[in-house]
Structure formats: structure tokens, C-alpha cells
């Protein structure tokens, strides 16, 4: 990245721990705006509990979270909302119990623009045409694929200037996967930056500005995606991925 690029999100050294188990070990990471940044890494790595910690869902046991050069006290997920980070969590986690409206109407519950609110409805479902058909349909009836739109639209329903995503693509056919990844180059385009945890590194990296590896809690390669592939290190980390197998 050039020069005077602002730089929205910030992680210093951060860690995480459950008891004993130290999951993050002094990771720092950067997102500057406009950018897409890849987290790839294999299972256990550490990287839904780095978004985890940057969202606000875990205390970080060291460290820090920087918005635009503030620092982030430890949980309050509210504030990050407040200041513009959504996360699509692993799993996706739409409410199947609820409708489609309903599951996105959950994504700006603290907006209070009730106006522009339903005008960025609208153009989501613009957006996600199969969501505009089940409106108010149980959220249980769709289909996988559908069911990650609809996730990506409730975040996007907070209206967020920085959009993470935990392994998005997991459990989707290719072509759905290919589909994904073109909307979020898409929203990219269109200013959104976005945070990107995957284990598919090839896809990711097609998307990519940056991109970090992380094994075993720790930050072992950064860089273009260019970089990445000329210094081997996207073969290693495959390697480290696939293990003996
Ligand atoms: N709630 C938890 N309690 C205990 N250990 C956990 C918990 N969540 C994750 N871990 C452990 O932390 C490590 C990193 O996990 P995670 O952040 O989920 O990695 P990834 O998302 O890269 O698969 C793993 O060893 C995992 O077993
Ligand atoms: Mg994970």
C-alpha cells in the first residue's frame, strides 16, 4: 500500500487464551481502507479467536484492537457495531426461527435512521434476489448458499465501513463459492473494506491485497498475494494445512 492510506483497523500484539490453551500468541495485523485482507491458516490456527478478540466476543489476554488509531476496550461488541465493524461469524448463525426480514432487521438493531433503513432493505434484496422471494419465509428454509447471503446482508444492515468474515465459503458448492467471492470484490469495489478468515487460500488470494499466515497462534508470512506465491510460503502453508497426508 502507498503512503497516506488510512488505516482503519489495527491488532498489536495481540493474544488469546482459553485457560491454558493460548490460541492467539502476540499477533498484529492491519486493515487499511479499501482494502481486502486475507487471514488463511489451517484448522486450530487461531484465526476465528484473532476476530473473535477483535469483535469483542473474547477478552484478549494481551495486547490490543485499534479502530482508526482509538483503542478498542476489551468485549463491548455493541461499540464495535457502533463504530463500523460486522462480523459474519463461522457458521453464519442466522436465526432459523425468524424470517428472512426478520433476520435482516436484526442486523440494524441500533440504527435509528428508520427511513434509510428501509431503503438499504431494498437494496439488499436487490442484491440477494433469492432472499427477496422468501422475505417472509421461515430463515430455515434456505439453502445453504442462501443462507451466507443472508448472513452477509444482516452485516451489511449495520451498515459497517470494515466487514470480517469467518471461513465464509465452508459447506458451499464451488460455483456458490465462486459467487461469494465475486460479491465481495464487488463490495469492495463499491468501498467496503473487508477482513477475510478462509481456509480455501486459493480463493482468497484471487480477492486479496494482503494477505496474513497464521499457524499455531502465531503470524509466520504477510504479503501480496504475488509475494506470497513467489516466496513459497502459500505452498508451506497448504503443506502445514494437509499435514502427512
Ligand atoms: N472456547 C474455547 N475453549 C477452549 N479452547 C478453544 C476455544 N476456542 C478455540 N479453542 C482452541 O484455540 C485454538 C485456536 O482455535 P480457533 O481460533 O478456533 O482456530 P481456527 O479458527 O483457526 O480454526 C485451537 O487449539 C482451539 O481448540
Ligand atoms: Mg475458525
Redesign the pocket.
Known amino acids: 500500500m502507498s503512503g497516506n492510506v488510512e488505516v482503519l483497523l489495527e491488532t498489536k500484539d495481540l493474544e488469546?487464551t482459553?485457560?491454558r490453551?493460548?490460541?492467539?500468541k502476540g499477533i498484529s495485523i492491519s486493515v487499511a481502507a479499501g482494502e481486502i485482507v486475507a487471514v488463511l491458516?489451517?484448522?486450530?490456527?487461531?484465526?476465528?479467536?484473532?476476530?473473535?478478540a477483535i469483535y469483542g466476543l473474547?477478552a484478549p489476554r494481551g495486547g490490543e484492537v485499534r479502530l482508526v488509531g482509538r483503542p478498542l476496550p476489551p468485549r463491548l461488541a455493541h461499540m464495535r457495531v457502533a463504530n463500523g465493524l460486522a462480523l459474519v461469524p463461522?457458521g453464519r448463525q442466522i436465526l432459523v426461527s425468524l424470517s428472512v426480514d426478520e433476520n435482516l432487521r436484526l442486523g440494524a438493531y441500533r440504527r435509528k435512521d428508520a427511513a434509510s433503513l428501509e431503503h438499504d432493505l431494498e437494496a439488499i434484496y436487490a442484491r440477494f434476489s433469492n432472499l427477496n422471494q422468501r422475505r417472509h419465509m421461515s430463515a430455515s428454509t434456505l439453502s445453504g448458499g442462501e443462507q451466507q447471503m443472508l448472513a452477509i446482508g444482516r452485516a451489511l444492515m449495520a451498515k459497517p465501513s470494515l466487514l470480517m468474515l469467518?471461513?465464509p465459503s465452508l459447506g458451499l458448492s464451488p460455483r456458490l463459492v465462486g459467487e461469494l467471492f465475486e460479491l465481495l470484490r464487488q463490495l469492495n469495489e463499491e468501498g467496503l473494506s473487508i477482513l477475510l478468515?478462509e481456509?480455501n487460500t486459493h480463493k482468497a488470494l484471487q480477492i486479496a491485497h494482503r494477505a496474513y499466515v497464521?499457524e499455531l497462534?502465531r503470524c509466520v508470512a504477510e504479503g501480496t498475494p504475488r509475494q506470497l506465491h513467489e516466496e513459497g510460503k502459500i505452498e508451506e502453508a497448504y503443506l502445514g494445512q494437509n499435514g502427512a497426508g
Open positions: 488469546v482459553y485457560g490453551i493460548e490460541a492467539v491458516g489451517a484448522n486450530g490456527a487461531g484465526k476465528s479467536s484473532l476476530l473473535k473474547v463461522e469467518d471461513e478468515v481456509q497464521i497462534g
